[in-house]
């Protein structure tokens, strides 16, 4: 099945630029170096013509990337962890939610325990069984399974380390995305055979201990073999173009908005 991937974000948890920076990419004139928090789109079209999409990740800046990706709907979220970059955004899901619900009933989100227990916290007001806010969103927490089928198109958890915190990736038809990673158990790697585009995080060339550099980066996208590998969740200290004219042969930065012709 055809499809797209977009990247709606691209940044670390603090953006780029980054706030009270002026270092060379914060005020850097290259659209490609202004990075809003990491989340992804992905969309396809059923047999019948009716469009599908699944976001992953809500992050702070999710209400702007969605305005700028013109989403008028959303049939699933798959979270990959409980950071406020990756979650927080969340409540901007209501609007799209109400016209969901008439629909097809609550909006589902995949999580992990770990996450779902976040997110019963912070939006207690949506999620408790007692939550009187009339406006809250549809939405309705599903448990992540190793395979999760979402009209037709199968999301398959990966799962990943960042820093000592196990979380979770995804590989979709011949696409895997894998954000806010410091370690590819060997497991995984079985998963991610036979890839067109990889999607890895990079957070700059210095070591991190949460976050992969980009040296740990190319060397999995090497192992893995995939088509082409993007490179996401990037600092300010990584400039597009300087960095793209350093990286290997079908090694690159992604940049918000880039959009993938994708097989699912």
Not at 1 to 15: A, C, E, R, V, Y
Not at 140 to 157: M, S, T, Y
Not at 204 to 210: A, T
Not at 230 to 247: F, P, V
Request: aromatic share 8%.
């Amino acid at each position: 099945m055809d499809g797209q991937l977009t990247f709606l974000g691209t940044g670390t948890s603090m953006g780029v630029p980054t706030l009270g920076c002026r270092c060379a990419v914060c005020t850097s004139a290259d659209p490609h170096d202004r990075r809003l928090r990491p989340s992804a789109l992905v969309r396809w079209r059923e047999a019948s013509g009716a469009e599908r999409v699944v976001v992953i990740d809500t992050g702070p800046d999710f209400r702007e990337q969605a305005l700028r990706a013109g989403l008028t709907r959303v049939d699933a979220v798959f979270y990959t962890h409980s950071h406020a970059d990756h979650i927080l955004g969340l409540d901007d899901l209501r609007p799209l939610s109400f016209t969901a619900f008439k629909e097809a009933g609550p909006i589902p989100l995949y999580v992990s325990a770990e996450t779902a227990a976040v997110l019963q916290h912070i939006y207690a007001y949506t999620f408790s069984p007692q939550a009187t806010y009339t406006n809250r969103a549809r939405v309705q927490l599903e448990p992540l399974a190793a395979r999760n089928l979402v009209h037709g198109v199968e999301f398959i958890r990966v799962p990943v380390m960042h820093g000592e915190m196990k979380i979770d990736g995804y590989r979709f038809g011949r696409v895997a995305y894998l954000t806010d990673v410091s370690d590819i158990p060997e497991e995984s790697f079985a998963l991610l055979e036979g890839l067109d585009h990889l999607v890895l995080s990079a957070l700059r060339y210095k070591p991190h201990p949460n976050h992969a550099t980009v040296e740990q980066a190319i060397g999995w996208s090497r192992r893995v073999g995939a088509g082409r590998t993007w490179l996401t969740h990037i600092a300010h200290e990584l400039g597009h173009a300087e960095t793209n004219r350093k990286l290997p042969a079908g090694v690159a930065l992604a940049y918000d908005g880039l959009e993938l012709a994708v097989t699912l």
